[in-house]
């Protein structure tokens, strides 16, 4: 499932292609959704925001389509009437002059008054936004010191939608890693210092995966083995999916472990050693 960085990619996407163009059409695949058609065909979209993995379509007459992607959800941005080459259905699509944005397989799509959507479900429980809140490292710091996280797992907790959106398990492992922390550990149990190399790590390594199109790894490490002809399946973290790989920090072998179900990758070095710090 792409992760929060990758959606808001997408909504830079979409808005780049619609917002602020009038609308030749607005058409959905759901019939309960068909009674907006022409209401949002007749309005603008004035912005598109994002809520960790959802998208939220703002349209100029009071309406905001929240959309998620969820597992085979995706958008295709093409020439005005043209269609790409899938077996996926289409769900919603977007119509200006000159451009189409589809939306195939979605399987959450609603419409709601704009001054509403903080009501929607998974809205209202999605915590913190690195990408849409930007907060800084301090600010961070104080939400996650919160008493209602203090127990409960690293690895189980950055998984959590209301924790910190858009967190998903590659960010997961990468923020783990570069904040020289392991899964097991728990918000309560950290120290001042390691409560706020986590918070720093949230917020870098989430930026830096929307800036890069989903790369974590130290630029400069990047740059090296680019140099060296590594491909970018090889390069692009610092231990996801790189089980019995040397570590491009320490070379320590990287280990695969199942943690909240799904895999997370560690550094046994790196993450348990206090004088590795990421950059």
Same mark, same amino acid.
């Given at each position: 499932?792409?992760?929060?960085?990758? +959606?808001?990619?997408?909504?830079?996407?979409?808005?780049?292609?619609?917002?602020?163009?009038?609308?030749?059409?607005?058409? !959905?695949?759901?019939p309960?959704?068909?009674?907006y058609q022409?209401?949002?065909?007749?309005?603008?979209?004035?912005?598109?925001k994002?809520k960790?993995?959802?998208?939220?379509?703002?349209?100029?007459c *009071?309406?905001?389509?929240?959309?998620?992607?969820?597992?085979?959800?995706?958008?295709?941005?093409?020439?005005?009437?043209?269609?790409?080459?899938?077996?996926?259905?289409?769900?919603?699509?977007?119509?200006?002059e000159?451009?189409?944005?589809?939306l195939y397989?979605?399987?959450? +799509?609603?419409?709601?008054?704009?001054?509403?959507?903080?009501?929607?479900? !998974?809205?209202?429980?999605?915590?913190?936004?690195?990408?849409?809140?930007?907060?800084?490292?301090?600010?961070?710091?104080?939400?996650?010191?919160?008493?209602? !996280?203090?127990?409960?797992s690293?690895?189980?907790?950055?998984?959590?939608?209301?924790?910190? #959106?858009? +967190?998903?398990?590659?960010?997961?492992?990468?923020?783990?890693?570069?904040?020289?922390?392991?899964?097991?550990? &728990?918000?309560?149990?950290?120290? *001042?210092?390691?409560?706020?190399?986590l918070?720093?790590?949230?917020?870098r390594?989430?930026?830096?995966?929307?800036?890069?199109?989903? +790369?974590?790894?130290?630029?400069?490490?990047?740059?090296?083995?680019? #140099?060296?002809?590594?491909?970018r399946?090889?390069?692009?973290?610092?231990? !996801?999916?790189? #089980?019995?790989?040397?570590?491009h920090?320490?070379?320590?072998?990287?280990?695969?472990?199942?943690?909240?179900?799904?895999?997370?990758? &560690?550094?046994?070095?790196?993450q348990?050693?206090?004088?590795f710090?990421?950059s």
């Amino acid at each position: 499932m792409p992760e929060g960085p990758e +959606i808001k990619r997408v909504a830079d996407q979409l808005e780049s292609a619609v917002a602020g163009k009038p609308l030749e059409e607005v058409w !959905f695949a759901r019939p309960d959704l068909q009674q907006y058609q022409s209401e949002l065909g007749d309005s603008i979209v004035t912005g598109v925001k994002t809520k960790g993995k959802a998208l939220l379509t703002e349209f100029d007459c *009071g309406l905001t389509v929240y959309s998620h992607n969820q597992l085979y959800g995706r958008w295709y941005f093409m020439g005005a009437g043209k269609r790409p080459r899938t077996g996926r259905q289409l769900r919603w699509r977007l119509d200006t002059e000159d451009r189409s944005a589809l939306l195939y397989s979605a399987s959450e +799509i609603a419409v709601m008054p704009s001054e509403e959507i903080h009501r929607h479900p !998974f809205v209202a429980r999605a915590g913190i936004d690195v990408l849409s809140d930007h907060p800084t490292v301090a600010e961070m710091s104080r939400y996650i010191n919160q008493s209602r !996280f203090a127990r409960r797992s690293l690895g189980a907790l950055l998984l959590d939608q209301g924790f910190v #959106a858009g +967190i998903g398990n590659y960010l997961r492992t990468e923020i783990l890693f570069c904040a020289g922390l392991l899964p097991e550990a &728990t918000i309560g149990a950290l120290s *001042g210092r390691e409560r706020s190399r986590l918070a720093r790590q949230i917020i870098r390594i989430t930026e830096r995966a929307y800036q890069t199109g989903g +790369i974590t790894n130290d630029p400069k490490i990047v740059r090296r083995l680019k #140099a060296r002809g590594w491909r970018r399946s090889q390069y692009r973290h610092y231990a !996801f999916c790189r #089980a019995g790989e040397p570590c491009h920090v320490c070379a320590e072998e990287i280990r695969k472990h199942t943690v909240a179900g799904r895999r997370l990758y &560690t550094c046994p070095h790196c993450q348990d050693h206090p004088a590795f710090t990421a950059s």
